[in-house]
């Protein structure tokens, strides 16, 4: 590829992840995207690995679910001139610091959500993830085809409980049974609920251009008089604000009966960036139409055959084209790779893939060169991206080694799983004992599983519920201040943290000891 070819293929890629609590329709909407974009794939593909009826505790059922979703966690396909890669966030059991992970390696995110429930609170969690990174954010109120809460309410609480200022791309005239429509403010248009699309034009004013039998209907008078409202009273559209996510640009629909869903989709590409710079450790900026190739190691995954412990590197690309069979230095080592093995992800087939570019996911076969946050590039110019941010775990377990004779493998074993990211590990302040945390359950029973098999290390683990990790500077750390309701630990770079039972405990503690300043990293 010349520089010409290059910065046109990049400027076509969108990359973006769906976001939504679980039930909130991300699935169906996703199979609705792929349908636009002409993949051919049997119905329900993305269904078949959320239906799976598995027991927790058998692994092999875990890999098998896991090994679909291996296939489904980037999805690519062509539509109206760009390439776009979707990224799955798992919500359900699957939900663990890669899901958030994920985020750090797309360009916008799409949040969906159930109207008729509001915002949940994985969206919450979800959505101030894709917020600190200040990455553009849309929103989708599906599910329009039952009946929900009031769209001036929706739309209210994406601005009180998410702090987001919100501007409707179109809105509903009527809800459930009575849908009739949507008032299409953005492309000023009347969009009908019929089953083929169909389209009434706007005036200047936003008025009828022809007359119409839905002006008799009560929900297209009451959705006339909101709209004109929220025109006078409402945000302004705003482009810039769009682009730092300070704004979300609202639109409704139904995911299941595919109402909206393209005028969503067509709005949406028009404002969805292309593939952004990403910094260095130093702080320098590598644009992703540079010639020299860059990426990162946002994920890995175990993979689908237990036989052989390879494991895929899931690797965002930000700067030139990949080629197979190419060189890499891995910066955290300084080690040569050929990459030769690697993967892409076409909706429910994965290919070898030849080329790709800035903005692509790519899979690299793993025989454990690779952790999470590592660099790789191609070409003279050494590049380490900046660090990903450790999320705060709110599930703890305590783990030991079932057999005191293989402390070896054991310690070996925690510590590279630990620095592969995929749990946390703290040390209690008094005792030396373990604690893992994570975000999601299923990331215990990965590590209990890897234990076993890639360190031959059998763990007993001790649940310890859900707890509250607040940092405490170390000069005002006093041992005293530990009590029965918080335990005090230590992180992996050696600072302490309490570890609470409840918010009771926290305000105790907060109320004891006014001065002290603890803080929740995110
Ligand atoms: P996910 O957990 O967010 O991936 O949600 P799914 O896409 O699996 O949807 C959860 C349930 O809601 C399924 O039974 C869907 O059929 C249903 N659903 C999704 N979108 C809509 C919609 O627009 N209208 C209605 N009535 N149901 C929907």
């Not at 009180?160 to 501007?167: F, N, P, S, T």
């Not at 945000?235 to 300070?246: H, M, S, V």
């Amino acid at each position: 590829m010349n520089q010409a070819e290059l910065t046109s293929a990049v400027d076509r890629r969108r990359t973006f992840a769906i976001i939504s609590h679980p039930d909130a329709g991300k699935t169906t909407i996703t199979e609705q995207l792929l349908l636009f974009g002409g993949v051919v794939r049997e119905a329900g593909t993305v269904k078949a690995r959320k239906t799976g009826n598995y027991a927790k505790s058998d692994w092999m059922e875990i890999e098998k679910k896991r090994g679909i979703s291996v296939t489904s966690s980037v999805m690519q396909f062509d539509y109206a001139g760009k390439r776009i890669n979707i990224l799955d966030t798992p919500g359900h059991e699957d939900f663990s610091e890669d899901t958030y992970r994920t985020l750090m390696a797309v360009d916008s995110a799409v949040m969906v959500i159930d109207s008729a429930k509001g915002i949940e609170p994985q969206t919450k969690k979800l959505f101030q993830i894709c917020k600190m990174r200040g990455i553009p954010i849309f929103t989708f109120m599906n599910k329009l085809d039952r009946d929900g809460r009031e769209p001036l309410d929706l739309v209210n609480e994406l601005e009180e409980v998410l702090g987001v200022d919100a501007y409707p791309m179109n809105w509903p005239i009527g809800m459930g049974k009575q849908l009739a429509g949507l008032y299409d403010i953005y492309n000023n248009r009347i969009e009908l609920h019929t089953d083929e699309p169909e389209f009434l034009e706007l005036d200047a004013d936003g008025e009828l251009k022809e007359s119409n039998p839905i002006e008799e209907e009560s929900v297209f008078q009451d959705a006339m008089m909101e709209v004109s409202l929220m025109k006078e009273a409402g945000n302004q559209f705003d482009e810039a604000k769009i682009a730092t996510g300070d704004l979300t640009p609202v639109f409704f629909g139904s995911a299941l009966t595919n109402f909206g869903v393209k005028t969503f989709l067509d709005a949406y590409l028009n404002y969805a960036p292309a593939p952004s710079a990403h910094k260095d450790e130093e702080g320098d900026v590598v644009e992703p139409k540079e010639e020299q190739f860059t990426g990162f190691v946002f994920k890995i995954q175990a993979n689908m055959n237990p036989n052989h412990r390879d494991r895929i590197a899931f690797l965002r690309i930000c700067s030139g084209e990949f080629d197979r069979g190419m060189d890499v230095t891995l910066k955290r080592t300084g080690k040569t790779i050929r990459l030769s093995n690697s993967t892409q992800f076409m909706a429910d087939t994965r290919e070898n893939v030849e080329t790709a570019v800035a903005g692509d996911i790519i899979g690299l076969y793993d025989t454990g060169n690779f952790q999470i946050g590592d660099t790789i590039y191609a070409g003279k110019r050494a590049v380490q991206f900046e660090k990903l941010p450790q999320f705060t775990p709110e599930l703890f377990m305590q783990v030991s080694a079932k057999n005191v004779m293989k402390q070896k493998s054991f310690h070996k074993g925690i510590k590279q799983l630990v620095q592969e990211g995929a749990v946390q590990l703290y040390t209690n302040y008094t005792t030396g004992d373990y604690i893992l945390g994570a975000v999601g359950q299923l990331q215990f029973e990965v590590f209990q599983f890897r234990m076993q098999n890639e360190y031959n290390s059998e763990v007993v683990m001790q649940p310890m519920g859900k707890k509250t990790a607040r940092w405490i500077d170390p000069e005002q750390l006093d041992e005293k201040m530990s009590s029965s309701r918080n335990l005090l630990v230590k992180d992996r770079f050696d600072q302490p943290l309490f570890l609470f039972e409840n918010q009771f405990a926290e305000r105790w503690f907060a109320g004891k000891y006014p001065d002290v300043k603890l803080t929740a990293k995110l």
